[in-house]
């Protein structure tokens, strides 16, 4: 079992429709929780960074953890072209800066928003 | 603030060659990652710098791949020699504290 289970998708979406990405884990040592957009060719970009249980809000998205379930949830509301890429959620037991700073990424879902 | 520079941007190279890949961070960042992410699949760890020292190296193949960063800034990644199954982008991530910046990655095919 992979430590980090992510739909792979792919997703097709109209524009202007709220869009749910979720990831479950095994490893309950986790406790900072992240999602990465991936445009076509280019590095990840850091979106969303949490720390432990509950919600987190930045404009149009929303990163929801629970820890009890081990199930992370990002929603993205009024979708819009420019939002399709690859969608990574990644977690780790520390901050980035520690020897627990090592991220264990889900295998990315691959989202369309068409106009 | 300028971003995490990678080059080259594009490598080709047969069977059993060799490679480089070069790594600017962050300025500031004392944390450094190489990740390993072939095509459909999530990145995947390579090496953790922490300045000049390897931290995490648990998950690299240390028979044909070796990674240095003198000095705590700069870091380069080698594959001596390569295999088919290396054809992968190579990303290289820094950190400070709350999360890691990727920069934009090194496509590497082998023939």
């Known amino acids: 079992q992979k430590e980090v289970e992510q739909d792979p998708g792919p997703l097709s979406v109209p524009e202007g429709a709220i869009v749910s990405l979720n990831c479950t884990y095994s490893n309950s040592a986790f406790q900072y929780f992240m999602w990465y957009r991936q445009y076509s060719r280019k590095g990840p970009e850091l979106l969303m960074y949490?720390?432990?249980?509950g919600n987190k809000e930045d404009g149009r998205f929303t990163a929801q953890v629970d820890k009890s379930s081990k199930y992370i949830s990002l929603f993205i509301r009024d979708s819009q072209p420019s939002d399709s890429a690859t969608y990574l959620c990644?977690?780790?037991?520390?901050?980035?800066?520690?020897?627990?700073?090592?991220?264990?990424f889900g295998q990315g879902t691959i989202l369309t928003v068409h106009p | 603030e300028a971003g995490v520079a990678q080059s080259p941007r594009y490598k080709i190279i047969e069977k059993r060659q060799s490679v480089a890949f070069w790594c600017n961070p962050i300025s500031g960042h004392a944390t450094l990652y190489w990740y390993q992410q072939i095509l459909g699949q999530g990145p995947k760890l390579l090496i953790q710098?922490?300045?000049?020292?390897?931290?995490?190296d648990s998950q690299l193949p240390k028979d044909r791949f070796s990674a240095e960063r003198l000095k705590g800034v700069d870091s380069t990644l080698k594959i001596q020699p390569a295999k088919l199954e290396d054809s992968a982008v190579y990303l290289c991530a820094s950190s400070l504290d709350r999360g890691q910046y990727f920069g934009p990655g090194t496509r590497l095919t082998v023939l």
């Open positions: 990644a977690m780790s037991g520390g901050a980035g800066g520690t020897s627990y700073g090592k991220l264990t």
């Open positions: 710098f922490q300045n000049n020292g390897v931290v995490d």
């Open positions: 949490t720390y432990s249980s």
